[in-house]
């Protein structure tokens, strides 16, 4: 074999090494670009979850209000000389807005929960981009420099992003 065939050899050797971490790169930014949509769509979900737990809160303390003035004016009804009858009705205005709270109070805690789980899940995406974009980095530098060791690397890190993506959907199931 000549030097020049050696040569040539050698250079398609690289540029085949090239295409393979080329498409690997390709292949991490699909991953990731997926995973930033989950994480983005999670945040989201989030969001909208703690809003709706925070309204439900405050639909409690509304029915928890009205429960306290109700049974504040039970007791003024109650000294006043005709007072039996609306005393009464106040007390049962004062124990169905307190009924009806507690339905309130663990809708709340659900959606409360909820949200919790979201943002949860919305780290694990997170956490999965970091090791993806790491990856994509690994691979550049592969091409850069031609070490193998960076793209093996780059296959490490993009497990482990891999890992994250599933653990945060299996959070949601």
Partial sequence: MEASEIKELSEKAKESNEKG?????????VLLAIT??????????????????NDQWAYYQAKNVRSHMYEALNKLALLSP??????????????????SSQEILAKAQDL???????????LKFDTAEIFLEIAIVLCSITLLIGNRAYWLTSLASTAIGIAFVVAGLLMHA
Avoid: C, P, W, Y
């Fill in 21 to 29: 971490v080329g498409l690997t790169t390709a292949i991490i930014a």
């Fill in 82 to 99: 005709n007072g039996k009858e609306a005393a009464q009705e106040f007390q049962k205005s004062s124990k169905e807005q307190k009924d």
């Fill in 112 to 122: 409360e929960k909820e949200a919790n789980g979201a943002s949860s899940r919305a």
């Fill in 36 to 53: 930033t949509m989950l994480g983005h769509r999670t945040h989201t979900e989030s969001v909208f979850l703690q809003s709706k737990a």
